[in-house]
């Protein structure tokens, strides 16, 4: 054990890191991998509370501070996602004298198979994976997934496993609500339910046992921190525990590179809107999450007044409760971030008129959503287990799909997938009528390259100027039907085109040469 | 009622089919729709044993003589489906006075919607729709989906809405066996279980609807008239019962334009091989069928001489269980008919050999089946329902898909189905050992113009010759992850490419100008 007081200039640091010797052979990780550090410690009172422990990971110039957790049976753990290759550095520091001034280091390797990295921000208002890769978000909901009894859990994984979706809305906390939110967690998740100076381990070991299922699936985890829809107290835990809490959290979970912040999931609704203060948890995020994963905060009523002020510093994205597509561009351009329909209403069976819409519906926002330049997201209320059993339904504790319009987002996924996104730019033409959503016509282009433009109504003129001097092909999308019609080339200059049936979207693509 | 010695000349049969002016107005029906006649008749007696019915339709010079059926309570039916536009004029021949000499006429009016027409055969290999429009068959399986109890029905029905299939093959009959098929069918087909002499009508409505409900979502249904795995005496009914049944079939089902006929599952399992009399079965719907829908018989063994002899003229296609994707040029080549991989192994979890492959081989297999000029064929053993409930099997009582191939098989469709599959032959490289499927590469082309190379193995050359002087577009999918990336253009000639991972095809296409 050494001296910190020793450390206090390059010479130190090169000392201090050369005790690596005398630990075990550096150990590898890949690059946006996760690197866990295992220390045994004392298990004597209260170490959620009362132990502190960090380690500093350091490459050359650049250093992190990576906060460390207590995971139980006198087990402290430190998670790092190193993002850039070669030897990583580290110390750790800790009120406990067991669990300080370990030091050790790291080999960063390539990353393998579909490991692009973590999400980031792309020509402001796009998202694309570390590495460069295109990354188009194709989000779903299921709140309380990791929540339900474990064969529901299981069930999830291999669902979206076979699904088209890339990221998923879920929340730490389980859900008391109707429509399929009616039971017990499997486990709480702290000790005697409510007990928040004492963390259920187990709870919080399925929970990142379950990120890291979508990070293999590379599936985005938009991690719900609150929500007002709360029966045991999580809601309403004060300052310290939640921010103790959210400590935690970055703790367990900012290594894995699939993680985004959701603070809430309607922080607007009355019961929480001033209970949690939310600039509290947006400035712990966003000044000691080592990973820096992305952060929004999701309103529940659908308008713009309710959003939480998207100007905020700490906020990554927009991350919206709407189906107001039309005010995408006014949105992108007043906040100059990546815009998120994060809940657009949902395909289903239930009595609340925001969770019955049809799947030909869901499968139309996908595409008004996508061409206003956002990112859009699904949601499934009907019920998908039999009769004997605790209603199950998507949206609330996952299990299976049941709705039509997941196949259509995967042909909307596959077509936005061949476009240059990233290059492209909105335009929305509402025909002076907002509350008629279905003759409004969504246009995504590259002037004068690609020009996507869809509108959900049968007999709508859609209008286009199509710049430069090429012909371009032009291709009538059933978006429904998922077929591709070739029509005849067309000259640049003004194009017009009246739908003929409902959810038609035409592509029109310049020629090369 | 008119004496039938009237008619017997062009005068007569104008006067004949005058007399629709004093029945009830021409009705109106859509090319390829149901024209249902409905006749109210005596239900003494065994109607389904002893009432003769059929109908004569007429347009111009055409002729077809359309059975009809009875339906239970003093109910019969005659169903036609009209190919062509206009007026069609018919007269019913019974040999109960009330049902016979029945006349009238039905408009046949322009298809609506995504009425395309049966499917029929083109190019020799290939299927499409009537009316010219592509299909590409993707198959699925639900033996006795139509059997079981009648929320899994629905359900089946929801899945299939969600699901890219576009034929599924389903047994009229209820099955008795391993791995879900294990209880008793929510009604049966005959009267008293089996007095095959007297039908359950309650059951083919419910058959029809079912079969009614594919169509209404553009599904082929390819009906299974008889299989082995019985307990209750169907596969034993003896040949006067099969005709009769047969013939019953005919008359209910052929109407609609999405029935295929396949006389069996596993023609060949020792059971049923002797005892049913295929040339019978074979012969009377060549002969009888007046919408001639497409007739296939699926062997058991997966090995050619275990296949029915598919010369025989009353043979409209392939049928084969079989994985031997490395046949499919021998078989096209012997048989000059389309090639069906109606049953390729199934996705899932059970302990037979043929029912556990993981769902990525799934999704491979059918990459090969396609580019080696057949159409392939899914299926899923994955338990789809809770702990609580009868074992409920996609493959055997439909439910919900839990496999993870699907989207897979989503995207190879959405691929299909931008090539011009008609116009391109397959060729297969079977790199010298046809034991190990995966290292086979299964090219379709179109010469000098497209060519699309699979292989299941990473390390795998493909080596193609591409003709014509044109650069070639070059394009690498990844099948599994559903990424298409584009490479640098491909001089024309001899071709190479060693595939890095595994399922990757390579996606040639000659520039224009």
Redesign the interface.
Known sequence: MMHKRLINSLLAITFFFGTIGYSSATEKTEQWGVHEIILPGAATGNPYQEVTLKAEFKQGSRRFTVPGFYDGEGVYKIRFSPDSLGTWQYVTQSNLAELSGQSGSLECTKPTG?NHGPVRIVNTYYIEYADGSPFYSIGTTAYQWTSVKQ?IQE?TV??L????FNKIRMCVFPKSYKHGNDTEPWQYPFASQNDFTRPNYDFFQNFDKRVHQLLEL?IQADVILFHPYDKWGYAAMGKENNAKYVRYMIARLSAYRNVWWSLANEWDVPRIKEAIDWEQIGTILHNEDPHQRLRGIHNWYGSEDHFYDHSRPWITHISTQTHQFYNAVKWRNRYKKPLLFDEMRYEGDVTSGWGNMS?EDMASFFWMAGLSGGYPTHGDTYR??????TEVRWWAKGG????????RI??FK?FM??LPVKEMSPSIEDNGNQKNLNNNVYTLSKEGEIYVSYVADAEVEIKLELTGNRLYQFTVIDTW????SSRNDVQPGEFRYKTRNKYEAVYLRS?H?
């Open positions: 579909n064969s069930q291999q669902t496993a076979g699904s088209p590379g799947s998908n287990n039999s009769d004997h059993e299976l799909l049941v709705g039509r319009s997941p196949l995967a042909f596959f997938e061949t039907n998922m077929k591709m020629k040469h």
